[in-house]
């Protein structure tokens, strides 16, 4: 019996590689009957349960011994790693047995396995000793696998809980995925969807790293998954994990500057590990460690992912500094530089041994807990937010109620200035018919009376009908002023110019008006403009009469900017600086009512000039 012979009772747990020897086929081209014969070149695995030959391209043939020493006779061999080729072989008295026999290049052509791992199923009766031979090529990982031997019954026994475990981290990590990506379209938040981005990676990783693809049953899903490389992912992970932490620590209020260069990498981190996937899945079979490009890509993936981690720990211990908790932000660092993606997948890969792989993994607990906390952060930005939004909601409501009582109030105003222009318009109408027609009217009347005493002569006739043309062409004026003040149709000069021409026929005071820049592009006032600029004109005008002692008025319209109406008077003046009158003020409202300024100019015994306009200065007319 061989001195390396691994012995096996039907209840323990052997790893295989504790007691085999391994020989790497530099040529790749020897098979089992010329391996069988150079037993002297194989050397002893030095791990005590894994075969570790990180980047190996080259055929390796693994050797060992097998003795049943206890009643049961049925075995599984199980093998757990990511490999293209893996055949088993049995040497007996009669030769060497083929059992196993599988090449990732045709795995399409395969059907999806039971279980997660690579078997091969022994029947060894008491005392039996079974030499194998196993033939492995993985020439695109980290070489790094592991084997056991035990009873069927044990091992699924044992696989059923470790389905249980990591079923229940994939579970959770794509629940939590799920509604953080609906969290994130109801509040259209980029964080949220980053988030559920990286727990979907995380968990693919968990999946390859794990040899969990096989709860995958749906073929195209399960083929494209077992073509991606977890070390491309977690390159796209680590830039979004870096985009989340700085976006969850609001990293970005007080280092902007810094803020736009991380942003830069992490876009960068994505990028790269996004183009580098899709290679790698489009370009399998050339994807191996003999392809320097490839060889390069690995290495730079490695370098980024080590990188993200220190980039991490130094905005951890940053943010501690800033906000004056130093030994906070140091101990968050630390407890990150060990527990995070890189760390699980360096450790997994065995391209640095950090602690022994025990299951279920402790990274496993830490994602859970990090899944926990974020899941509360979640509920919690959303009932922020969602509080934010119903008080926003709220103060817009007020502010449209409040907007409404200011658009009702303007209204009254204008349908105030409305009512008082009509107002104006009729004891305008009044004094003309009083002072002009009645006036002529009582003439005639006169005449009439007259008529009655005295003899009637041609003179008399004609001065009662020069009365009565008198009176006709009164009435056709007035009623031609009546048809011309249309505040709806005109413009606003035309407006102004119609009640000149009235004020010039009482000949109660000299009254000039201007057009400036009269042009087809002038400035087109609304109605509830034109009602509101009539009734200053009016209230300037009465103003004058009544207070100003005033024996000219000159009116001067400019459109060289927007509009501009001027109103200004030779009167007596008053000092600005004192409290304005009613008049004034009404004149002032008004304008800024409809987004008009109004200023006021005024001197005693100078006379006073009242501008209106809408423009950035009044006119210099």
Not at 511 to 538: D, V
Request: with cysteine.
């Amino acid at each position: 019996m061989k001195a390396d012979t691994m012995f096996v009772n039907g209840g323990n747990w052997i790893p295989l590689f504790s007691k085999s020897s391994y020989y790497i086929d530099s040529s790749n081209s020897k098979n089992v009957f010329q391996i069988s014969q150079i037993n002297n070149n194989f050397r002893k695995v030095d791990h005590p349960s894994n075969l570790i030959l990180k980047k190996q391209t080259k055929t390796v043939w693994v050797h060992t011994y097998i003795k049943n020493t206890g009643n049961r006779k049925d075995y599984w061999l199980g093998i757990y790693s990511q490999l293209d080729i893996l055949n088993v072989y049995r040497k007996t008295e009669q030769g060497v047995v083929l059992l196993k026999k599988y090449n990732i290049s045709y795995a399409n052509k395969q059907d999806i396995p039971e279980i997660r791992f690579h078997y091969v199923p022994f029947v060894l009766n008491k005392s039996e000793i079974a030499e194998i031979y196993m033939e492995i090529r993985n020439p695109r990982y980290y070489q790094n696998i592991y084997s056991d031997f035990t009873t069927p019954i044990e091992n699924l026994f044992w696989e059923n809980g470790f389905y249980w475990e990591i079923g229940f981290v994939i579970g959770v990590s794509f629940i939590i995925a799920v509604l953080s990506l609906v969290v994130g379209i109801i509040l259209r938040r980029r964080f949220y969807f980053l988030y559920s981005l990286y727990l979907a990676l995380i968990a693919i990783i968990v999946i390859r790293e794990e040899f969990f693809i096989n709860i995958i049953k749906v073929p195209f899903l399960y083929y494209s998954i077992l073509k991606t490389n977890s070390l491309f992912l977690l390159v796209i992970a680590m830039g979004l994990s870096m985009k989340i932490m700085t976006g969850f620590l609001d990293f970005r209020k007080k280092n902007g500057g810094q803020f736009r260069v991380l942003n830069t990498i992490f876009d960068f981190y994505v990028t790269f590990g996004i183009l580098a996937s899709l290679w790698f899945y489009i370009d399998y079979a050339n994807t191996t460690f003999d392809n320097p490009i490839y060889n390069g890509i690995w290495n730079i993936s490695i370098g980024l992912s080590a990188l993200a981690v220190l980039i991490q720990i130094t905005i951890l211990i940053w943010l501690g500094l800033q906000n004056k908790r130093p030994s906070l932000g140091i101990l968050a660092a630390l407890l990150f530089g060990f527990i995070n993606p890189v760390t699980y997948f360096f450790n997994y890969s065995r391209i640095l041994t950090i602690y022994e792989i025990s299951h279920p993994n402790y990274f496993y607990y830490v994602l859970l807990l990090e899944i926990f906390i974020m899941g509360i952060a979640i509920a919690y930005s959303y009932r922020k937010i969602k509080s934010q939004y119903i008080s926003t909601l709220e103060d817009k409501l007020k502010l449209e109620e409040e907007n409404g009582k200011i658009k009702q109030m303007e209204e009254e105003k204008i349908k105030q200035s409305i009512l008082e222009s009509h107002e104006q318009l009729l004891k305008n109408l009044s004094k003309d018919l009083h002072d002009d027609i009645g006036q002529k009217l009582s003439i005639i009347n006169f005449s009439v009376e007259n008529l009655r005493f005295a003899v009637f002569s041609k003179e008399s006739i004609n001065e009662i009908r020069s009365s009565i043309l008198e009176i006709s062409d009164s009435v056709r004026d007035l009623s031609h002023w009546l048809n011309d003040f249309s505040i709806g149709k005109n413009t606003i000069d035309e407006i102004i110019l119609n009640e000149v021409e009235r004020i010039r026929k009482t000949n109660i005071i000299k009254i000039n008006f201007e057009k400036i820049n009269n042009s087809s592009k002038n400035y087109g006032t609304s109605t509830e403009e034109n009602i509101i600029l009539y009734r200053c004109f009016q209230e300037s005008i009465n103003n004058i009469l009544k207070h100003s002692d005033a024996s000219q008025i000159n009116i001067i319209i400019d459109y060289t900017n927007i509009i501009s109406i001027s109103i200004e008077d030779n009167g007596n003046g008053f000092d600005v600086n004192s409290q304005f009158g009613n008049g004034i003020k009404n004149i002032k409202e008004r304008a800024t009512l409809i987004g008009f300024s109004c200023t006021i100019q005024s001197n005693p015994e100078k006379g006073t000039k009242i501008s209106i306009y809408k423009n950035d200065k009044p006119s210099n007319h």
